[in-house]
């Protein structure tokens, strides 16, 4: 039902998470990350609260491998989940419990993880991962490209009608919070286009945030 790639960018410290799943909203109940923290991925047959009880053991100084078996020991129906997880220091863990759906691959990289379940092939999940290892460039614009790696290697068994993109940096709010709630085909084109349409304005919106005064013109109507 879900595939997803969950990374940070050592140059930057930002965390990001790309996901898309067969379900409505992936991006409302998988993807948890926190600037400075880590990023956490909670799917399958997901249990939302993971991603912050996970999120809440790295902030407590535990490593990514030794949060997630912290949070996952507090649920008893682990079994059903799958769950991937990073630190600040590039450390990835992840699980797939025995009830987990389908074909499904997990796969550590250097510096993301990928994961995923109901799966076409467990090549999807390698690609992803690959992708991302051989790309250059923002987080998110690197995210995308894992994503759309793993939909054009087959994907998920089904079709996929939901994706997001969430990336936290330096602030206490999401730089980017895209989502795809509902598309009948190829959400993760959807996706890519919401990213070109915000991308060159990403920053006009943090600095919106931080110091109005030196806010570019919103460009709308009473805004003369």
Same mark, same amino acid.
């Given at each position: 039902?879900?595939?997803?790639?969950?990374? /940070?960018?050592?140059?930057?410290?930002?965390?990001?998470?790309?996901?898309? #799943?067969?379900?409505?909203?992936?991006?409302?109940?998988?993807?948890?990350?926190?600037?400075?923290?880590?990023?956490?991925? #909670?799917? @399958?047959?997901?249990?939302?609260?993971?991603?912050?009880?996970?999120?809440?053991?790295?902030?407590?100084?535990?490593t990514a491998?030794? *949060? /997630?078996?912290?949070?996952?020991?507090?649920?008893?129906?682990?079994?059903?989940?799958?769950?991937?997880?990073?630190? *600040?220091?590039? @450390?990835?863990?992840?699980? #797939?419990?025995?009830?987990?759906?389908?074909?499904?691959?997990?796969?550590?990289?250097? @510096?993301?993880?990928?994961?995923?379940?109901?799966?076409?092939?467990?090549?999807?999940?390698?690609?992803?991962?690959?992708?991302?290892?051989?790309?250059?460039?923002?987080? #998110?614009?690197?995210l995308l490209? *894992?994503? @759309?790696?793993?939909?054009?290697?087959?994907?998920?068994?089904?079709?996929?009608?939901?994706?997001?993109?969430?990336?936290? &940096?330096?602030?206490?709010?999401?730089?980017?919070?895209?989502?795809? &709630?509902?598309? &009948?085909?190829?959400?993760?084109?959807?996706?890519?286009?919401?990213?070109?349409?915000?991308?060159?304005?990403?920053?006009?919106?943090?600095?919106?945030?931080?110091?109005p005064r030196?806010?570019?013109?919103?460009?709308?109507?009473?805004?003369?």
């Amino acid at each position: 039902m879900t595939i997803s790639i969950t990374a /940070l960018c050592p140059d930057t410290g930002q965390f990001g998470i790309a996901i898309s #799943s067969s379900s409505i909203a992936v991006g409302a109940r998988c993807p948890w990350l926190q600037a400075g923290v880590g990023a956490v991925s #909670s799917q @399958n047959i997901t249990l939302p609260a993971l991603g912050q009880k996970t999120l809440d053991q790295l902030q407590a100084g535990l490593t990514a491998d030794k *949060a /997630l078996k912290a949070a996952l020991a507090e649920d008893k129906f682990s079994a059903y989940r799958q769950v991937t997880a990073i630190d *600040a220091h590039g @450390n990835v863990a992840c699980f #797939s419990g025995s009830e987990t759906l389908g074909i499904h691959h997990m796969v550590k990289g250097f @510096n993301c993880v990928a994961a995923g379940n109901m799966l076409s092939d467990k090549t999807v999940i390698d690609a992803m991962v690959s992708a991302f290892e051989e790309s250059t460039g923002e987080l #998110s614009s690197r995210l995308l490209i *894992a994503l @759309n790696a793993g939909v054009e290697a087959g994907g998920e068994a089904g079709p996929e009608h939901s994706a997001a993109l969430k990336v936290v &940096d330096d602030y206490t709010w999401p730089l980017v919070d895209l989502r795809v &709630d509902w598309a &009948d085909q190829d959400p993760v084109g959807e996706l890519a286009k919401l990213w070109q349409e915000y991308e060159p304005q990403m920053l006009a919106y943090v600095t919106r945030a931080l110091d109005p005064r030196q806010a570019p013109s919103y460009g709308v109507p009473g805004d003369e």
